[in-house]
């Protein structure tokens, strides 16, 4: 089984599918990390030499590859929904949850985040409603499930998930969810 985590930057992905991995007792990938491990410097240091073109290139055959992979939790950069052939294959080859913020959420959370390039810009607020409108109806368009990540704490998030696993039967029998309301 594959878990696919899609969203905005600064939407939980990370901290949610590390959780989400050790409950479900499978891998961790972080799909920007293993870009990074394989070009030898940062994502935005690759991005202001190559161009996004190259970029988003690297990322479709990264994310190919690792959706074709054992079993695992994935996250992807917020701009893998971009092209249309990573939005099929992310849908076709796992289970694909979009953790869903606004972008006033997403720029409390980011507001003092200095290593986010999308983010440095004059007006970091108006940046996110930009990617949330272009991006949104995409992350929708990929994901089976849409959990939204505005109150409740990460464990709320990890239980929702793999609830919504359980449902779908795509957990394994093994996995006990326990539902705990928080906030």
């Known amino acids: 089984m594959k878990v696919v985590l899609i969203g905005l930057p600064g939407a939980g992905k990370s901290t949610v599918g590390r959780q989400l991995a050790r409950r479900l007792q499978v891998p961790f990938v972080d799909s920007d990390a293993v870009i990074e491990d394989r070009i030898g410097c940062t994502i935005r240091e690759?991005?202001?030499r190559e161009g996004e073109?190259?970029?988003r290139d690297l990322e479709e055959a990264v994310l190919d590859e690792l959706t074709q992979g054992p079993p695992c939790v994935l996250s992807t950069g917020g701009g893998a929904?971009?092209?249309?052939?990573?939005?099929?294959?992310?849908r076709a080859r796992g289970r694909v949850f979009y953790l869903r913020s606004t972008p006033e959420e997403l720029y409390r959370r980011l507001r003092h985040d200095r290593t986010r390039p999308l983010l440095q810009v004059a007006d970091p607020l108006q940046r996110l409603r930009?990617?949330?409108?272009?991006?949104?109806?995409?992350?929708?368009?990929?994901?089976?499930?849409?959990?939204?990540?505005?109150?409740?704490?990460?464990?709320?998030?990890?239980?929702m998930i793999l609830m919504q696993l359980e449902l779908g039967d795509g957990a394994p029998p093994s996995v006990q969810v326990q539902a705990q309301a928080h906030g």
Do not use: K, S, W
Request: no cysteine.
């Open 46 to 48: 690759f991005f202001e």
């Open 130 to 159: 930009d990617l949330y409108a272009v991006r949104d109806p995409l992350y929708r368009e990929t994901a089976h499930y849409v959990i939204e990540t505005g109150r409740p704490t990460v464990a709320t998030l990890v239980n």
């Open 81 to 90: 929904v971009l092209r249309p052939l990573n939005r099929q294959r992310l």
């Open 53 to 55: 073109e190259a970029f």
